[in-house]
C-alpha cells in the first residue's frame, strides 16, 4: 500500500496541497510526485511477480482520479459535493463516465 505523507507547514495555508515550504502544489509537481508512486507501485507488483498487475497500474493516468470517482459514487448529488461543483449537471456531463447497460449477446 502507498501512503502519501505531507509535513505540516509552520504558517496556514489556503491551499489543500502544498510542499514542505508551504507553497501550494502546482500541477506540474504533483505530477511528478504521481509518476514517481505509480513508477513505485508498478515495481513493486513486478517484484512480487504479478507482470499483469504491473501493466495496469503502468497504464493508469493522472487524470483519471476525478472522473473514476464521480462514476464510482452512486449518488450524482455526493459527486457533486465531493468535485465541489455549482449545479449536478456539470458533474453529470463533463465527469460520469457510466456507460449504457446492454443484454448479452447470442
Do not use: C
Not at 465541489?84 to 449477446?105: C, D, L, M, N
Amino acid at each position: 500500500m502507498l501512503t502519501i505523507t505531507f509535513p505540516l507547514p509552520r504558517r496556514m495555508s489556503k491551499y489543500l496541497l502544498i510542499n514542505k515550504h508551504g507553497k501550494r502544489m502546482t500541477k506540474g509537481m504533483l505530477r511528478l510526485r504521481w509518476d514517481k508512486a505509480r513508477e513505485k507501485a508498478q515495481q513493486k507488483a513486478l517484484d512480487q511477480g504479478d507482470p499483469m498487475l504491473a501493466a495496469k497500474i503502468g497504464g493508469f493516468q493522472f487524470r483519471d482520479i476525478r472522473p473514476q470517482a464521480a462514476s464510482e459514487i452512486i449518488d450524482i448529488g455526493d459527486a457533486n459535493l465531493l468535485l465541489g461543483h455549482s449545479k449536478q449537471e456539470i458533474t453529470k456531463r463533463v465527469y460520469r463516465r457510466i456507460g449504457a447497460t446492454a443484454k448479452p449477446s447470442k
